[in-house]
Protein backbone atom coordinates (compact mmCIF):
# COMPACT_ATOMS: atom_id res chain seq x y z
CA UNK A 1 0.00 0.00 0.00
CA UNK A 2 1.44 3.86 -1.09
CA UNK A 3 1.49 6.24 1.32
CA UNK A 4 1.42 9.41 0.76
CA UNK A 5 4.05 11.66 1.00
CA UNK A 6 3.09 14.76 3.83
CA UNK A 7 3.80 18.54 3.32
CA UNK A 8 6.36 19.53 5.48
CA UNK A 9 5.02 23.35 5.51
CA UNK A 10 7.79 24.49 8.39
CA UNK A 11 11.11 22.99 7.93
CA UNK A 12 12.94 25.16 5.02
CA UNK A 13 11.08 27.76 6.44
CA UNK A 14 12.95 27.20 9.92
CA UNK A 15 16.04 26.45 8.44
CA UNK A 16 15.85 29.92 6.65
CA UNK A 17 14.88 31.49 10.25
CA UNK A 18 17.79 29.87 11.97
CA UNK A 19 16.03 30.34 15.10
CA UNK A 20 17.56 30.59 18.90
CA UNK A 21 15.13 30.79 21.40
CA UNK A 22 15.98 31.94 25.06
CA UNK A 23 13.64 31.32 27.61
CA UNK A 24 13.74 34.23 30.48
CA UNK A 25 12.97 32.70 34.26
CA UNK A 26 13.84 35.16 36.19
CA UNK A 27 11.55 35.87 39.81
CA UNK A 28 9.14 38.67 39.22
CA UNK A 29 9.83 41.69 41.96
CA UNK A 30 7.22 44.00 40.52
CA UNK A 31 3.61 43.60 39.21
CA UNK A 32 5.07 44.86 36.18
CA UNK A 33 7.02 43.64 33.30
CA UNK A 34 8.27 46.27 30.49
CA UNK A 35 9.76 45.53 27.67
CA UNK A 36 11.72 48.17 25.57
CA UNK A 37 11.87 48.46 21.97
CA UNK A 38 15.17 47.26 20.43
CA UNK A 39 16.26 46.96 16.85
CA UNK A 40 17.00 42.79 16.48
CA UNK A 41 15.73 40.83 14.69
CA UNK A 42 13.80 39.33 17.46
CA UNK A 43 10.46 38.17 18.91
CA UNK A 44 9.20 38.38 22.24
CA UNK A 45 6.80 35.89 23.01
CA UNK A 46 4.83 35.50 26.64
CA UNK A 47 3.05 32.42 27.70
CA UNK A 48 0.35 34.18 29.65
CA UNK A 49 -2.20 32.46 32.09
CA UNK A 50 -4.32 36.00 33.26
CA UNK A 51 -5.78 37.62 34.55
CA UNK A 52 -3.20 40.21 33.30
CA UNK A 53 -3.12 43.35 31.46
CA UNK A 54 -1.70 43.75 28.00
CA UNK A 55 -0.23 47.27 26.69
CA UNK A 56 1.64 47.82 23.38
CA UNK A 57 1.70 50.60 20.42
CA UNK A 58 -0.90 52.64 23.15
CA UNK A 59 -3.30 49.93 23.19
CA UNK A 60 -4.72 48.15 26.21
CA UNK A 61 -6.55 44.69 26.39
CA UNK A 62 -7.02 42.16 29.37
CA UNK A 63 -6.28 38.31 28.83
CA UNK A 64 -8.07 35.56 31.78
CA UNK A 65 -7.62 32.65 29.73
CA UNK A 66 -3.82 31.05 28.84
CA UNK A 67 -2.09 32.45 25.53
CA UNK A 68 1.02 33.47 23.84
CA UNK A 69 1.12 37.28 22.88
CA UNK A 70 3.70 37.39 20.32
CA UNK A 71 5.61 41.17 19.69
CA UNK A 72 8.27 41.56 17.37
CA UNK A 73 11.38 43.28 19.31
CA UNK A 74 11.14 47.13 18.02
CA UNK A 75 7.54 47.05 19.86
CA UNK A 76 7.89 48.20 23.41
CA UNK A 77 5.05 46.38 25.70
CA UNK A 78 4.12 45.86 29.21
CA UNK A 79 2.79 43.16 31.04
CA UNK A 80 1.04 43.92 34.28
CA UNK A 81 -0.64 41.20 36.99
CA UNK A 82 -2.32 42.29 39.99
CA UNK A 83 0.97 40.80 42.20
CA UNK A 84 4.27 40.01 41.22
CA UNK A 85 2.96 36.07 42.35
CA UNK A 86 0.67 36.27 39.39
CA UNK A 87 3.56 37.33 37.05
CA UNK A 88 5.52 34.69 37.87
CA UNK A 89 3.14 32.36 36.05
CA UNK A 90 4.15 34.35 32.87
CA UNK A 91 6.88 32.54 31.22
CA UNK A 92 8.67 34.29 28.58
CA UNK A 93 11.42 33.65 25.30
CA UNK A 94 12.91 35.67 23.21
CA UNK A 95 13.54 34.24 20.00
CA UNK A 96 16.79 35.57 17.53
CA UNK A 97 16.47 35.18 14.31
CA UNK A 98 19.40 34.46 12.82
CA UNK A 99 18.68 33.62 9.32
CA UNK A 100 17.78 35.43 5.96
CA UNK A 101 14.04 34.95 6.01
CA UNK A 102 13.59 36.52 9.43
CA UNK A 103 12.04 39.72 7.94
CA UNK A 104 9.63 37.33 6.16
CA UNK A 105 8.46 36.16 9.62
CA UNK A 106 9.00 39.51 11.34
CA UNK A 107 5.90 41.15 8.80
CA UNK A 108 3.42 38.76 10.23
CA UNK A 109 4.03 40.22 13.40
CA UNK A 110 4.25 44.21 12.32
CA UNK A 111 1.45 44.37 15.31
CA UNK A 112 1.02 42.34 18.63
CA UNK A 113 -0.81 39.18 18.40
CA UNK A 114 -2.70 37.71 20.91
CA UNK A 115 -2.75 33.38 20.42
CA UNK A 116 -5.20 32.26 22.68
CA UNK A 117 -4.62 28.53 23.61
CA UNK A 118 -8.21 27.31 23.51
CA UNK A 119 -7.25 24.64 21.31
CA UNK A 120 -3.56 23.86 22.05
CA UNK A 121 -2.26 20.78 20.33
CA UNK A 122 -0.45 17.59 21.92
CA UNK A 123 3.03 18.87 21.42
CA UNK A 124 2.50 22.28 22.93
CA UNK A 125 0.33 20.97 25.74
CA UNK A 126 3.75 18.77 27.12
CA UNK A 127 5.87 20.96 26.87
CA UNK A 128 4.49 23.78 28.67
CA UNK A 129 3.72 21.59 31.25
CA UNK A 130 7.58 20.40 30.97
CA UNK A 131 8.66 24.29 31.35
CA UNK A 132 6.42 25.18 34.32
CA UNK A 133 6.91 21.95 36.39
CA UNK A 134 11.47 23.09 35.73
CA UNK A 135 10.58 26.52 36.52
CA UNK A 136 8.43 25.14 40.00
CA UNK A 137 11.14 22.54 40.63
CA UNK A 138 14.56 23.23 39.36
CA UNK A 139 16.88 20.31 38.87
CA UNK A 140 20.52 20.12 37.53
CA UNK A 141 20.73 20.69 33.98
CA UNK A 142 18.24 22.91 34.08
CA UNK A 143 19.90 25.85 31.36
CA UNK A 144 20.03 23.68 28.93
CA UNK A 145 16.91 21.99 29.47
CA UNK A 146 15.23 25.07 29.05
CA UNK A 147 16.93 26.02 25.94
CA UNK A 148 16.01 22.75 24.17
CA UNK A 149 12.60 23.07 25.87
CA UNK A 150 12.31 26.24 24.27
CA UNK A 151 13.41 25.54 20.54
CA UNK A 152 10.67 22.87 20.79
CA UNK A 153 7.60 25.59 22.35
CA UNK A 154 9.02 27.86 19.22
CA UNK A 155 7.85 25.20 17.07
CA UNK A 156 4.92 24.37 18.61
CA UNK A 157 3.72 27.35 18.17
CA UNK A 158 4.32 27.77 14.47
CA UNK A 159 2.70 24.66 14.28
CA UNK A 160 -0.08 26.09 16.20
CA UNK A 161 0.05 29.46 13.98
CA UNK A 162 -0.29 27.35 10.38
CA UNK A 163 -2.84 25.07 11.98
CA UNK A 164 -4.72 28.03 13.28
CA UNK A 165 -3.72 31.31 11.28
CA UNK A 166 -4.85 34.24 13.79
CA UNK A 167 -5.48 36.80 10.71
CA UNK A 168 -6.62 36.71 7.10
CA UNK A 169 -3.62 37.00 4.72
CA UNK A 170 -0.32 36.71 5.42
CA UNK A 171 2.67 34.04 5.37
CA UNK A 172 0.79 31.25 8.11
CA UNK A 173 -2.44 32.04 5.72
CA UNK A 174 -0.38 30.93 3.13
CA UNK A 175 0.80 27.51 4.84
CA UNK A 176 -2.70 26.70 5.92
CA UNK A 177 -3.82 26.42 2.12
CA UNK A 178 -2.27 23.16 0.93
CA UNK A 179 -1.85 24.31 -2.72
CA UNK A 180 -0.35 27.37 -1.34
CA UNK A 181 1.93 25.64 0.85
CA UNK A 182 3.34 23.44 -1.48
CA UNK A 183 4.41 26.79 -3.58
CA UNK A 184 6.07 27.95 -1.14
CA UNK A 185 7.77 25.57 0.59
CA UNK A 186 9.23 24.70 -2.88
CA UNK A 187 10.40 28.67 -2.66
CA UNK A 188 12.23 28.03 0.86
CA UNK A 189 13.42 25.09 0.00
CA UNK A 190 15.42 25.84 -3.25
CA UNK A 191 15.09 29.83 -4.08
CA UNK A 192 17.79 30.14 -5.74
CA UNK A 193 16.19 27.96 -8.90
CA UNK A 194 14.39 29.42 -11.71
CA UNK A 195 10.92 29.39 -10.67
CA UNK A 196 8.64 30.74 -12.92
CA UNK A 197 4.96 31.59 -12.61
CA UNK A 198 4.32 28.13 -14.75
CA UNK A 199 6.42 25.64 -12.45
CA UNK A 200 5.00 26.94 -9.17
CA UNK A 201 1.51 27.08 -10.64
CA UNK A 202 2.51 23.27 -11.59
CA UNK A 203 3.86 22.79 -8.14
CA UNK A 204 0.79 23.80 -6.53
CA UNK A 205 -1.87 21.99 -9.24
CA UNK A 206 -3.27 25.14 -10.83
CA UNK A 207 -4.15 27.01 -13.66
CA UNK A 208 -1.25 30.25 -14.13
CA UNK A 209 -4.18 32.42 -13.37
CA UNK A 210 -5.90 30.66 -10.26
CA UNK A 211 -2.45 30.22 -8.58
CA UNK A 212 -1.59 33.81 -9.35
CA UNK A 213 -4.72 35.14 -8.14
CA UNK A 214 -5.00 32.81 -5.23
CA UNK A 215 -1.54 33.46 -4.16
CA UNK A 216 -1.64 37.18 -3.40
CA UNK A 217 -4.97 37.01 -1.98
CA UNK A 218 -3.56 34.90 0.45
CA UNK A 219 0.30 35.83 0.76
CA UNK A 220 -0.95 39.72 0.40
CA UNK A 221 1.81 39.88 -2.64
CA UNK A 222 2.18 38.22 -6.09
CA UNK A 223 4.41 35.01 -6.09
CA UNK A 224 7.29 36.76 -7.90
CA UNK A 225 7.68 39.65 -5.02
CA UNK A 226 7.39 36.89 -2.58
CA UNK A 227 10.26 35.22 -4.21
CA UNK A 228 12.11 38.16 -5.12
CA UNK A 229 11.64 39.46 -1.61
CA UNK A 230 13.27 35.74 -0.18
CA UNK A 231 16.34 36.05 -2.51
CA UNK A 232 16.89 39.78 -2.03
CA UNK A 233 16.95 38.92 1.88
CA UNK A 234 19.26 36.02 1.17
CA UNK A 235 21.49 37.66 -1.28
CA UNK A 236 21.99 40.81 1.58
CA UNK A 237 22.90 38.11 4.50
CA UNK A 238 25.57 36.17 1.93
CA UNK A 239 27.00 39.80 1.34
CA UNK A 240 26.77 40.99 5.77
CA UNK A 241 28.67 37.57 6.29
CA UNK A 242 31.50 38.50 3.49
CA UNK A 243 31.12 36.22 1.10
CA UNK A 244 31.12 39.11 -1.56
CA UNK A 245 29.03 39.58 -4.29
CA UNK A 246 29.73 36.37 -6.35
CA UNK A 247 28.98 34.07 -3.99
CA UNK A 248 25.99 36.01 -2.73
CA UNK A 249 24.99 35.79 -6.16
CA UNK A 250 25.20 32.17 -6.75
CA UNK A 251 22.97 31.92 -3.79
CA UNK A 252 20.15 33.58 -3.94
CA UNK A 253 19.77 32.81 -7.94
CA UNK A 254 20.58 35.54 -9.41
CA UNK A 255 22.79 34.72 -12.96
CA UNK A 256 25.55 37.04 -12.37
CA UNK A 257 26.63 39.85 -10.01
CA UNK A 258 25.03 42.72 -12.45
CA UNK A 259 21.91 41.49 -12.00
CA UNK A 260 22.19 40.98 -7.93
CA UNK A 261 23.74 44.60 -7.99
CA UNK A 262 20.67 46.15 -10.16
CA UNK A 263 18.12 44.40 -7.62
CA UNK A 264 19.67 45.67 -4.77
CA UNK A 265 20.15 48.92 -6.44
CA UNK A 266 16.68 49.03 -7.07
CA UNK A 267 15.41 47.64 -3.89
CA UNK A 268 17.32 50.27 -2.20
CA UNK A 269 15.43 53.11 -4.24
CA UNK A 270 11.71 51.00 -3.11
Known amino acids: MKTETRLDRLSA ?44 NGQTSQVCEPAFWICRADTAHTIAAPTPQALDAVVSANVHLD ?69 AGGLFSGLADTRIATALVAMHEAPERNWTLESL ?32 QIARRSVQAGLGLKAAARAAGYGNVSALSRALGKAQAE
Do not use: W
Open 99 to 167: GPVAPLLLAAFAQPKLVPLDTPDTLLTHVIALVRSELQAPRCGQPALLNRAGDILFIGLMRHLVAQPQT
Open 13 to 56: LLHGLAPRVELAYAAATQSTRSVPASREAMLHVHLLEGPLQLQA
Open 201 to 232: AQRAGMSRTAFAVRFKSTINRSPGKYLSGLRM
